[in-house]
């Protein structure tokens, strides 16, 4: 399952639309039901109207009736290990349990790092403080 999750993230992150920065991001997300959902960086002429990859990723699980990402393998150009952005942190957070989703930093040379969302954000805000 990592190799097809390794595949497919760097298949989108060919698919990246970078021009900008040239930093090509691409995620491969695992939902509930074990189907792999995939999104890449889209940049913009106009700077601030960009977005990463993993927003791409998470659309695409959620128009696919995904309900739970359950790991997200995030692969960019390396060398540098490559962690999703506080923003994207909390994007994955509204949709996973943060003890349960997996985020897997990868690059061309293979897999380079893991850990759980709850460690990449903690204490997080979820969807759960609303329910009062
Ligand atoms: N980027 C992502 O796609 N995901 C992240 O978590 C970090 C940054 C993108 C945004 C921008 O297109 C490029 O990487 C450089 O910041």
């Known amino acids: 399952m990592l190799d097809r999750l390794l595949a497919e993230s760097l298949r989108a992150r060919d698919l990246a639309h970078a021009p900008?920065?040239?930093?090509r991001?691409?995620?491969?997300?695992l939902d509930e039901q074990g189907r792999i959902h995939v999104?890449?960086?889209m940049e913009n002429a106009s700077f601030p109207q960009g977005w990463c990859a993993e927003p791409?990723?998470?659309t695409a699980m959620i128009m696919a009736?995904?309900?739970r990402a359950v790991a997200a393998l995030v692969t960019g150009p390396g060398?540098?290990?490559i962690t999703p952005c506080g923003g994207c942190r909390q994007k994955l957070r509204e949709f996973s349990v943060?003890?349960?989703l997996v985020i897997i930093a990868g690059d061309p040379g293979g897999i380079r790092q893991r850990w759980t969302l709850a460690e990449l954000l903690p204490l997080s805000f979820g969807p759960d403080?609303?329910?009062f």
């Open 20 to 23: 900008y920065s040239k930093y």
């Open 25 to 29: 991001v691409g995620v491969a997300i």
């Open 39 to 41: 999104g890449a960086n």
């Open 56 to 58: 791409s990723a998470l």
């Open 65 to 67: 009736g995904g309900k």
């Open 79 to 81: 060398p540098d290990i």
């Open 98 to 100: 943060p003890e349960e």
């Open 129 to 131: 403080h609303l329910k």
